[in-house]
């Protein structure tokens, strides 16, 4: 079974940054797509980004783009989300998830099978 676990989150102010890292194990070997997700209270849960297992390949939410990098390990099976220019706007839990199958960069959730629990960033202005 596929587990993912988040951390690196935290406060930080605006104009900041912060480096998530996501940890998987068990059965990575089949995973297609690691997604980055988040959800902000009071609202629903928002695609930020997500990168192909293979060969690395990307895609972002308009709203991070220039701002947020998403990369990957495969040796060690780590996946990260380098936040840089941090905005208020961007607090929120944010969690990983693996899409197994399927060879695009998928965006909605109900592509991804695997959740890690989230881990909170909180930006102030």
């Known amino acids: ?57 990307t895609r972002y939410v308009e709203s991070v783009k220039g701002r947020f990098t998403i990369s990957r390990d495969n040796v060690k099976n780590m996946v990260y989300l380098q936040m840089n220019s941090l905005k208020p706007e961007d607090t929120a839990v944010y969690y990983c998830a693996a899409s197994r199958g399927g060879l695009g960069l998928p965006r909605e959730a109900y592509n991804y099978a695997y959740w890690g629990k989230g881990t909170p960033v909180t930006v102030s202005s």
Do not use: H, Y
């Open 1 to 57: 079974q596929l587990q993912l676990v988040e951390s690196g989150g935290g406060l930080v102010q605006a104009g900041g940054s912060l480096r998530l890292s996501c940890a998987a194990s068990g059965g990575t070997s089949t995973i297609s797509n690691m997604g980055w997700f988040r959800q902000a209270p009071g609202k629903e849960r928002e695609f930020v980004g997500t990168i192909r297992w293979t060969d690395g390949g």
